[in-house]
């Protein structure tokens, strides 16, 4: 048996022997924006607890929600039976989906993923297309960690290790203006990156079921945001050759761009929209895959045309409970234009305070989801060296300063709930300026 001091756990996507080493954040509760740990120390809540909150921690409204759900119907399977929570959540969520009439529910944002992949194929199948086998994904794409999730997922080493046992998407270029092949020096993007997809889908069109985009900002590649009209010029081709668009907004939903979904950014209407992250709020784990009546329609008939897919705990009814009273928040309350008047303080600060900063390359805001890329010139935009780790240095020393952010490599990622106080949002950007302050010492 391990000694007392063993520590137990083994955490996601975190270095273990480094964990180890450093001091330990130990949350112990959270109220409105702010975490707070064990000795009373409140840290501001900078990255949402992992992208998911919305209206803050221990929302009364979602909490009694939460409460009477489980006193009623704790679970009950979605597995050829049924149950009110999630057929109200199902017809709740639908208007936000314009275009789309059906709801699967899972439990994570990667295995909405799978099954959006998976209807993509099989609906192809199903409707006599078998040969349309293949799926087009964006560099530097992330789609979730499960392995049909991280096969359309961008290269890097979270994907080569596991690379011989992914199938392989076509891929085409993002649009990462910051850093294009093509339009970086240019004083206007090019479309380089549309006119590729094009240039793909005639070559091959006919082998693809679907193309899948983060829509408008490609969230864990580094917050990158496309242009407006990239999303819409994406839907655009897929209509023309004949191909499905999965939209994922596990990040960009719930009000993080300041639309409730990125793709009413462009009034898009994929054929396939996922949603995860901040469908509860924030609260409990849930997740849905939500397709048109057309996609439906190809899974109706004989035992074999159903579709093979289905977690214990999809639908659960206390998560659908709490994203009932989430919804709720967002329907009577004035919640997304309160993101959107913060976001644009947010935008207004780091302008003033981060953007000017010698070891800042640029600053990417789409609402309240925002990148803001460290450089170690800002001349050659040359990345800081490795070993320097200065994105994560950033927010280690944004700790000291009471706020909680968490980088992606070189970028220092902010992605505040949408309930986040004025205060607050400057509390966040003093935190960042001490840290860019702390690595420019050296
Ligand atoms: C986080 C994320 C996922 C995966 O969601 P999990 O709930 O962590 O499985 C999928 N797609 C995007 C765009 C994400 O940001």
Same mark, same amino acid.
């Given at each position: 048996m391990p000694d007392a001091d063993h520590y137990p756990l083994w955490h996601p996507f975190t270095q273990m022997a480094r964990f180890e080493r450093e001091p330990r954040l130990v949350v112990a509760r959270a109220e409105g924006n702010r975490l707070i740990d064990a000795s009373g120390a409140e840290y501001v809540d900078g990255v949402a607890s992992l992208w998911a909150?919305?209206?803050?921690?221990?929302h009364p409204h979602i909490v009694d929600a939460i409460r009477e759900q489980a006193a009623r119907l704790q679970h009950s399977t979605l597995l050829g039976i049924t149950h009110e929570p999630a057929i109200e959540l199902g017809r709740r969520l639908l208007p936000h989906f314009p275009g789309r009439s059906r709801v699967f529910f899972s439990e994570n944002g990667a295995s909405a993923v799978e099954v959006a992949l998976k209807m993509a194929l099989q609906y192809q199948a199903n409707r006599?297309?078998?040969?349309?086998r293949r799926i087009v994904a964006l560099d530097m794409?992330?789609?979730?960690?499960?392995l049909g999730a991280v096969g359309v997922g961008g290269a890097g080493p979270f994907r080569d290790v596991y690379a011989p046992f992914l199938f392989e998407p076509l891929r085409f270029p993002n649009?990462?203006?910051?850093?294009?092949?093509?339009?970086?020096?240019?004083?206007?993007?090019?479309d380089a990156c549309v006119n590729a997809l094009r240039d793909l889908l005639e070559a091959r069109g006919g082998e693809v079921a679907a193309v899948i985009v983060e829509p408008r900002v490609q969230g864990a590649g580094g917050i990158i945001v496309a242009p407006e009209g990239h999303l819409a010029a994406i839907r655009a081709l897929c209509d023309e050759f004949g191909v499905l668009l999965i939209a994922? $907004?596990?990040?960009?939903?719930?009000?993080? #761009?300041? +639309?409730?979904?990125?793709?009413d950014l462009e009034g898009v209407t994929p054929d396939i929209a996922v949603a995860g992250k901040g469908i509860t709020g924030g609260y409990l784990p849930l997740s849905a895959t939500v397709a048109t009546e057309e996609v439906y329609r190809?899974?109706?008939?004989?035992? $074999?045309?159903?579709?093979?897919h289905g977690h #214990?705990? +999809?639908?659960?009814p206390i998560c659908c409970a709490a994203a009932l009273a989430s919804l709720d928040l967002f329907e009577t309350t004035d919640v997304l234009a309160r993101g959107r008047a913060r976001a644009a303080l947010l935008g207004e600060l780091l302008a003033e305070?981060?953007?000017?900063?010698?070891?800042?390359?640029e600053v990417r805001r789409q609402g309240l989801m925002t990148g803001v890329e460290l450089v170690a010139d800002r001349e050659t935009r040359a990345p800081p060296?490795?070993?320097?780790e200065a994105g994560w240095r950033v927010c280690l020393a944004a700790r000291e300063r009471g706020v909680f952010i968490r980088p992606l490599g070189d970028v220092v990622v902010l992605m505040p709930p949408l309930s986040i106080e004025e205060d607050e949002v400057e509390r966040i950007v003093e935190a960042v300026v001490h840290g860019l302050d702390r690595i420019a010492r050296g």
């Open positions: 909150n919305v209206h803050g921690h221990g006599g297309q078998p040969e349309r794409a992330y789609h979730g960690d499960t649009a990462y203006r910051y850093r294009c092949a093509r339009c970086a020096a240019a004083p206007a993007c090019t994922d $907004e596990v990040a960009t939903g719930f009000g993080k #761009t300041g +639309a409730m979904f990125a793709c190809a899974f109706l008939g004989g035992e $074999e045309r159903k579709l093979f #214990t705990y +999809a639908g659960n305070r981060v953007a000017p900063h010698p070891l800042v390359g060296p490795p070993e320097r």
